[in-house]
């Protein structure tokens, strides 16, 4: 991971300054990572490449411009914002980069204990992918409700009761793997375009009650780690 101080020069931060893939992300100390976010779904790029990139074979140049003229997209802290946006793009950070852990923990399982159910009952890892990817279908539907209706209603999600889970749940693990790297990368986007007013609006869950759309995005990145501890339970369970 490589820090230097903020600026716009070419020469210290490279290809990543205009990539669409990269995006900075502004630390402590006036010091800035760039992220790859094609690492999230191709390990042979680096989550967070050594500066300057000169060649990169997943280049491509971002018509917008710099994060120095697009600040919103390069996720640039915002001082003095209201604390729920602060914490957003916290959350955002970890929305980028909490399944990059999947590439790992399934490494070179086999087939065999990929689909393993530890009991009756009980999902495999494959499942437990599956379910994480079938949720962020509910997730997207439940945030443009919660953008575009006043105080919306949400029944605890039930898998047994989803029609859709079925098909998540038949998938093979590589199909499961490729939807759902596409589906995070347009969650990313929709809470990329938020505005910070709109993290205080307002879902209400049948079991939790009142959440503000930053405690809806925290409780779907909570109970996503949930199920991918799980998937590297069944994974390396004897």
Known sequence: MNKFAINTNTSEI????????????????????????????DPTFPMYPRLPVRQCLGYVKDSRGTFATDPPRRLKLITGAPVSWQFGESQLIRLKTQLASV????????????????APGKWSARENLAHIGR???IFLERLHRIVTEPSPRFARYRAE???????WASRPV???RTRLAALRLNLVDKIV???PREYAR?????????????????????????????ILQRLRER
């Open 14 to 41: 490279g290809l990543c300054l205009d990539c669409e893939y990269a995006r900075h992300v502004e630390a402590k100390e006036n010091s800035v990572y760039f992220l790859c976010e094609r690492s999230l779904t």
């Open 103 to 118: 590439e790992f923990v399934f490494g070179d399982a086999n087939p065999k204990r990929i689909d393993r159910r530890p």
């Open 135 to 137: 949720y962020h279908e």
């Open 161 to 167: 009761e989803d029609p859709g889970w079925q098909e």
């Open 174 to 176: 590589e199909e499961v």
């Open 193 to 195: 375009g938020l505005q």
């Open 202 to 230: 307002v879902g209400i869950h049948s079991s939790f009650g009142e959440m503000t759309l930053s405690l809806w995005l925290e409780f779907f990145l909570v109970h996503e780690a949930h199920h991918l501890y799980v």
